[in-house]
């Protein structure tokens, strides 16, 4: 054939966007997985959306159970709509059809698609079948001409069986069908996942891979892996402005700020001031005239601005003002790809400039394949830089011990283009707060060790730490003055 197929809408974007446009004209496609993975949902999705835009479909129920059944379980879901029953979705029974024979049930369907001008036919159970007829040479022939039969008429055969996937694989529907589609239910811990797999697709690019998969009341989405769907543009490019904090001192030390379109990571130990320096970050981007968006992994926006404010940063101007935006998301009720596609939307619906994400381990926790995290975050910092945002992760790191952070726990660090770190010292029986800037891309930094204070007035940057030695190890010795210039 010279040109790819057309492509029939299955109604379902995400649906649309793995199987790299939609269904192919003329092919049949097996939708296949364990009971309850939500095969059925999202075929009759499919169905019920071409006969809303006006394409005729046939559905066609296999065993002696009643239509009604099928729509009762149909009945809850949005796109669920009975008055296009009977005209543009029309309902057949070929139960009696199949126990006298594979002719008799091939010729009532390909006659009821032809009189009905269907475009699809959506079969809901071919194990029926095969339980059936128990004759596999018979369902393989029976499959064959159908599909051939549904060419001809320029109509898509949508099918589910109940196998998993790679049971499926094994048996002849796999080879007979142009396209396969497998939905699962994993077990993580007490969690169940959905996902689901396009293992094949005749001409198409289509997306390979599991990706996550949800039901809703609005019925069946997918969310295509990101580090599988990123566009193919250029990163924004590093600008020369910089977005600094608004503290003179700090940001002097960067010699302005950090590039624009970076990605920073400001790591340290908890309760050391990560949270409130960040939200520095975003809040002198509001008043800037930049929109800056805090996505909390913890906190509501009320404690967000309530903890900022108990130490002099009044965030409440900016965020009246919709500059400064402030939203949580729970990683403990959804999965990173959900999570971080409502983030990133909201950033191109709005036009945000800056985005801090508190809490990074949190969001690391969410990617439930460990071996996934690098490239999903790294993929989320590509598509950051790519919507020319400049952006501020922090993440708690547990061991802050020795010249080298140990980063080992954490994915983000290899991908910051800037990393900040802050720690607690201990000195003259006294814990200090130090911050030392490790890296910054392409940049002159100041590498000196600061002392800095959170007080009631706001997070101070103090003068370099002069002379002491091993402040990095966390075990500070004095060698002539005290830190930070400040007597304690
Ligand atoms: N409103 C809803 N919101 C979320 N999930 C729902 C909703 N309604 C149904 N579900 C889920 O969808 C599942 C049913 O999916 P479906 O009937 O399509 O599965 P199936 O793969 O066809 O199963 P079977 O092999 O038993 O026919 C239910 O088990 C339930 O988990
Ligand atoms: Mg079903």
């Not at 935006?325 to 959804?334: F, G, K, N």
């Not at 130090?434 to 392409?442: A, V």
């Not at 002491?468 to 003055?481: D, I, K």
């Amino acid at each position: 054939m010279a040109s790819p197929p057309q492509n029939f809408d299955t109604g379902i974007p995400s649906l649309n966007v793995l199987l790299a446009g939609g269904l192919p004209a003329r092919q049949s496609i097996i939708v296949t997985g364990t009971p309850g993975s939500g095969k059925t949902v999202l075929c009759s999705q499919v169905a019920f959306a071409a006969a809303a835009r006006g394409i005729p479909v046939v559905v066609a129920t296999v065993t002696s159970e009643p239509h009604d059944k099928l729509m009762d379980a149909l009945s809850g879901f949005s796109f669920h709509r009975p008055e296009l029953l009977g005209d543009m979705m029309f309902l057949i029974s070929a139960y009696s059809a199949l126990k006298r024979g594979a002719k008799e049930a091939r010729d009532l369907l390909l006659q009821t698609v032809r009189e009905r001008g269907a475009r699809l036919l959506f079969i809901d159970g071919l194990r029926s079948i095969r339980d059936l007829w128990q004759d596999e040479a018979r369902l393989r022939e029976f499959l064959y001409e159908l599909g051939i039969g549904l060419a001809a008429l320029n109509c898509i055969g949508l099918f589910t069986t109940e196998y998993p996937l790679p049971r499926l694989m094994e048996l002849p529907e796999a080879t007979t069908m142009d396209g396969i589609v497998g939905l699962s239910i994993q077990a993580q811990g007490s969690r169940r996942l959905r996902r689901v797999e396009v293992m094949k697709l005749r001409g198409r690019p289509h997306l390979l891979g599991e990706h996550v998969m949800r039901i809703t009341t609005d019925g069946v989405d997918f969310l295509p892996r990101l580090e599988a769907t990123l566009p193919d543009v250029e990163d924004a490019p590093l600008e020369n402005e910089r977005m600094g904090f608004g503290l003179p001192e700090l940001d002097a030390m960067m010699y302005g700020g950090f590039p624009s379109n970076s990605t920073t990571l400001i790591a340290g130990s908890m309760g050391i001031g990560k949270t409130l320096m960040a939200s520095y970050f975003a809040l002198d981007g509001a008043r800037r005239g930049e929109r800056s968006l805090i996505v909390s992994f913890f906190d509501s926006p009320q404690r967000v601005i309530a903890r900022a404010r108990r130490v002099g940063l009044d965030m409440q101007p900016a965020f009246e003002s919709g500059m400064l935006e402030v939203i949580q998301e729970l990683p403990a009720e959804a999965e990173a790809d959900i999570l971080v596609r409502r983030i990133l939307q909201h950033i191109e619906e709005r036009g945000v400039k800056r985005v801090v994400l508190d809490g990074l381990a949190e969001l690391e926790l969410s990617i439930m394949e460990s071996g996934r995290r690098r490239v999903f975050l790294a993929a989320l910092a590509l598509r950051l830089r790519q919507l020319g945002v400049t952006s501020v992760f922090t993440r708690e790191v547990s061991k802050v011990v020795g010249a080298e952070l140990d980063f080992n726990d954490a994915p983000v660090a290899i991908l910051a283009e800037n990393v900040l770190l802050l720690r607690f010292v201990e000195l003259h029986g006294r814990l200090h707060r130090i911050l030392s800037i490790l890296k910054m891309r392409d940049s002159k930094y100041d590498n000196t060790l600061r002392e800095f204070e959170v007080a009631d007035t706001g997070l101070r940057v103090l003068a370099p730490v002069r002379s002491s030695q091993g402040l990095l190890t966390g075990q500070a010795r004095p060698v002539g003055s005290t830190i930070g210039g400040s007597e304690s």
